[in-house]
């Protein structure tokens, strides 16, 4: 049993090996169907002490949400550089971004599939993190019309508009990423995508319905 492997370390340390441990076991089975006591073995520890640091099945589960969501957020902003230009730090986020979902299939599987298909108080969770990836685009949606126009020329509704599809269509690529393109490859269809339509709303050349309407 994992018990019989027990040493002492730090609880950080500790917690870290029951966190890797839970994102595996919960991304190859899925939530409901992962067992605590394959989490312990795996982690290397008794099931007991799992529960003596996170208290349930749910608790561990919330826990591996929010690191994933944590560390995502993090790899994503420290590649963002203001001093570049928007379309460099659309692309420089864009890359940190399928770079670490490629480079952490389970943690992304946990983050956008298990955490959104087994109840709202998971489905909050990653839901809290996808609005502060919405909100960080849109400042810089919204730095890049400002520095295009002198002043703000898109309202406000469209800007954030723009920040949700673009984050969207990044996670739907996303789930395609870990079996057939890279994660270069990935950012270039997504930059592709966006960046054409966006070039184009920065030098005032705007899509209009027919009639004007």
């Known amino acids: 049993m994992g018990g019989g492997r027990t040493k002492r370390m730090p609880r950080a340390e500790r917690e870290r090996q029951m966190l890797d441990a839970a994102v595996e076991v919960i991304a190859r089975h899925g939530y409901t169907a992962a067992s605590m006591d394959e989490i312990a073995e795996l982690a290397g520890v008794s099931k007991p002490l799992v529960y003596l640091y996170l208290n349930s099945k749910d608790d561990l589960f919330t826990a591996c949400i929010r690191r994933e969501a944590a560390a ?21 986020g864009v890359q940190a971004f399928f770079t670490y979902t490629t480079e952490h299939p389970d943690g992304w599987t946990v983050l956008h599939l298990q955490a959104r298909t087994h109840g709202p108080r998971f ?6 993190m996808r ?12 730095s890049a019309a400002a520095e295009a126009h002198g002043s703000r020329d898109l309202p406000d509704h469209e800007i954030a508009g723009l920040a949700a599809a673009l984050v969207g269509a990044a996670e739907s690529l996303a789930d395609r990423t870990n079996t057939t393109p890279t994660a270069t490859q ?27 309407g």
Do not use: C, H, K, Y
């Not at 995502?72 to 420089?92: G, I, K, M």
């Not at 609005?131 to 919204?142: D, G, N, P, S």
């Not at 054409?196 to 209009?208: A, D, I, K, V, Y």
């Open 72 to 92: 995502l957020t993090e790899a994503v902003r420290a590649a963002v550089r203001p001093s570049l230009p928007a379309d460099r730090q659309l692309w420089d």
């Open 123 to 128: 489905a909050a969770e990653a839901d809290a």
């Open 131 to 142: 609005a502060e990836t919405v909100a960080f685009v849109t400042r810089l949606i919204a």
């Open 186 to 212: 990935a950012a270039t269809t997504l930059m592709n995508f966006a960046w054409s339509g966006l070039g184009n709303l920065m030098s005032g050349n705007r899509w209009t319905p027919p009639g004007g």
